[in-house]
């Protein structure tokens, strides 16, 4: 029997990446700059991890989901006064972070920890478009049969009902099977099919859109259902009246980056034209999301 670690208490944890960022830092500048290191005030806590500042530097650690953190660190930083610059640490996804960061004014520098060095960034492209398989292109019409809207993202073909994925087509890791999942994300689709395995898979998918269709409605009482995937619903919402944005047309589009689950917001894309022609890109998201704009 194994049993998974405690949690680390909130607390002792901000206090260990505070301690964290002083040695990066003082290790990563100058010997003389090293008494502006330890009279730093950490000012305001910082939620995403740990932030500092010496002289007129922001220095910002970011904690979990690194590439979610530049908006907050920006926020952050630009509520300090007498800060001009910003230097973000991260351990991992620091190509994404440094690509964000070139496209703002205030001077920001993107660090990737290595044990106790901080090794500059470099940008990491934008993702190719991956193109869908043809052999996950045959199960397009299963997911129209079952009621649901076929949508594709970065080569993954899924059924949606108003934005709220229901369906999904994978190859089997192992035996290379291309099937259609039924089910609200992973472990829905995964449990969905040790009940009903043998259900013909339209029969099974109509069921689930019967299901969720009343929930993904503007005036539907609050349930787990609509708070999933709020952001794509306001996206179904635009495709379907365009004029909501302006757009004459709106179609959806890849993310920047993928979105790695159903329960994380991520913001999510469509793409048009105006009614004079020009192009138009609207990026959907809900409630406070700092990093939106990154």
Known sequence: ????????????????????LRALVSDHLAPDALPSVADAQAGASFGRGAALIVGDCAWVLLDEQPERGL??????????????????????????????ASLFEIPITVWQAQGRSLVAAHHEPYPVSDAIDPAHEIWRSVIEQGGAEPVVEHGVLAGEIRGLEVCRVVTDAYSGEVRLEVG????????????????PTAEALAGVVDAVSGHRQVDAPLHPLNRLGAERFLRWLAINDPSRVGALNLRSADPPVRRPNLKDPIPCVAVGHTANGAPLV?????????????
């Open 1 to 20: 029997m194994t049993t998974s670690p405690a949690p680390v208490d909130p607390t002792r944890r901000a206090a260990l990446l505070s301690i964290k």
């Open 71 to 100: 908006g907050a660190a920006l926020a952050w930083a630009t509520r300090q006064s007498d800060v001009r610059a910003l230097a973000v640490i991260a351990e991992a996804s620091t190509g994404i972070l440094a690509r964000r």
């Open 282 to 294: 609207a990026v959907c998201s809900v409630g406070i999301d700092l990093d939106l704009v990154p």
């Open 184 to 199: 609200v994300g992973a472990h829905d689709r995964e449990s969905f099919m040790m009940l009903h395995g043998n259900k």
